[in-house]
């Protein structure tokens, strides 16, 4: 039997929380449970409890660090519109694949667990930081347009991350070209592009 790992106060909350984004990967965001966690993490089953009220606290708090990281790619990947907008904002099309790729645990627990996140503020604040980055890049686009022409931001950002999210369900998971033979990658930008011309975003 391994033998169990020891943690000194503080850090066994982020073991926890480790543990659980490695078993959402593994089995998805409604299977795991408590005990599980904490057999992951060494510790013994109500070890959790010093620091969780229960599983749903739990998976708040993944998906809340899975939005502050998030977030931080956004706007490291956007660097305030350089060189121009639309480079800047493909960027951020990418860099919200890589997140979905390389933190599906998180990923899976921010977008797939139904967790209510108006009911967590620190959890909220973290999903609007992310949504923020993406208004700032729609508005940054729409400033090539007149006032009176510009698209609603908020309707932007929403559009494009509907279709991010979209492009990591279907094209992203799975056996590579299972579903298309264009990648991922590929078919966000595209998507996008034809998307910002309609809304006269960019031009041809």
């Not at 599983?55 to 993944?62: F, K, N, S, Y």
């Amino acid at each position: 039997m391994p033998e169990r790992k020891s943690y000194h106060h503080g850090n066994l909350r982020q073991a926890l929380v480790d543990a659980t984004a490695a078993l959402i990967e593994e089995t998805g965001p409604l299977a795991f449970t408590l005990t599980e966690a904490a057999r992951r993490a060494g510790v013994s089953p109500a070890a959790p409890y010093r620091h969780f009220k229960g599983r749903d606290e739990l998976l708040e708090e993944v998906a809340r660090q899975g939005f502050v990281d998030f977030a931080e790619r956004l706007e490291r990947a956007f660097d305030g519109g350089q060189p121009r907008p639309l480079t800047a904002f493909m960027r951020m099309g990418q860099a919200y694949l890589d997140f979905a790729a390389e933190r599906p645990g998180h990923y899976m627990a921010m977008f797939e667990s139904g967790l209510s996140i108006a009911g967590n503020a620190d959890l909220s604040s973290a999903s609007e930081r992310a949504q923020r980055a993406m208004i700032e890049a729609a508005e940054a686009m729409a400033l090539r347009l007149p006032a009176d022409r510009r698209p609603p931001a908020r309707m932007v950002a929403n559009h494009i991350w509907a279709l991010s999210h979209g492009v990591v369900e279907l094209f992203s998971r799975g056996k590579p070209g299972g579903r298309s033979p264009v990648s991922a990658s590929e078919m966000l930008e595209s998507g996008a592009i034809i998307y910002l011309r309609g809304l006269g975003l960019i031009g041809e």
